[in-house]
């Protein structure tokens, strides 16, 4: 079964600074997604990037960035120029679409915090 | 507009009694799942459906019933056999296939007193 393992339970960031939060997953497939959800304290989750394991590219959107290192199964997530709203719990999430099975599967999350 | 609603937002129960939660969508979205959160545990899945009349059991289904007979709803049951069911429950929903983004309502908080 996948896993995902989050093993930054919690972070800390000044603003305007970078900060780079660590995925780690175990899968036997080769075809699959990764994404990162943030959880402000609204508790509402919002999608931040998505990544296919097929495109050796990085996925970027804006100051949010991942690096991707499929063979160590490594997924993290840098922030550039981290602003006070980026303060949230952030799940980094494996997409599992094997067979007739289409769901997400989450780590512990990362909480974040930004001093100003 | 289109979204994901879950209602009611905060939720008590009494030891002993079931009480559901409901999840509704107007995105035309075939997926919807449920989903729990503890502190420190993350979200784990208790109950998905891909179609209308069709679900499969989660990770954490024990103590949870759930039923889809529309395409938009997918209210989820916290029995007495859960035995403890005080938690944060996040109903999503996504369209069929791969790289498809889920969309989360604003949680239901659910204490039993």
């Known amino acids: 079964a996948q896993t995902v393992t989050q093993s930054q339970p919690e972070m800390s960031v000044q603003e305007a600074e970078t900060v780079t939060l660590s995925c780690t997953y175990d899968t036997s497939e080769s075809d699959y997604y990764l994404f990162w959800y943030k959880q402000p304290p609204s508790r509402q989750m919002i999608l931040v990037i998505r990544?296919?394991?097929?495109?050796?590219q990085n996925a970027t959107e804006n100051r949010f960035s991942v690096n991707f290192q499929k063979a160590a199964k490594s997924f993290s997530l840098k922030i550039s120029d981290s602003q006070l709203g980026d303060a949230a719990m952030y799940f980094c999430a494996y997409g599992d679409y094997g067979g007739a099975t289409n769901k997400l599967i989450f780590g512990t999350g990362t909480l974040l915090a930004v001093q100003p | 507009d289109g979204g994901i609603t879950q209602s009611p937002k905060y939720l008590f129960r009494k030891e002993g009694q079931n009480v559901t939660l409901s999840c509704e969508q107007n995105l035309n979205h075939d997926a919807m799942y449920w989903y729990r959160q503890d502190p420190g545990q993350g979200l784990r899945l208790i109950y998905y459906s891909q179609i209308v009349n069709d679900f499969q059991k989660g990770d954490i289904a024990e103590g949870y019933s759930v039923s889809r007979e529309k395409k938009e709803s997918f209210p989820l049951t916290v029995t007495s056999a859960q035995k403890n069911p005080t938690a944060f429950y996040l109903c999503?929903?996504?369209?069929?296939?791969?790289?498809?983004?889920?969309?989360f309502g604003q949680g239901t908080r659910l204490t039993v007193v």
């Open positions: 990544q296919e394991a097929y495109k050796q």
């Open positions: 999503a929903s996504s369209p069929w296939g791969r790289n498809t983004e889920a969309f």
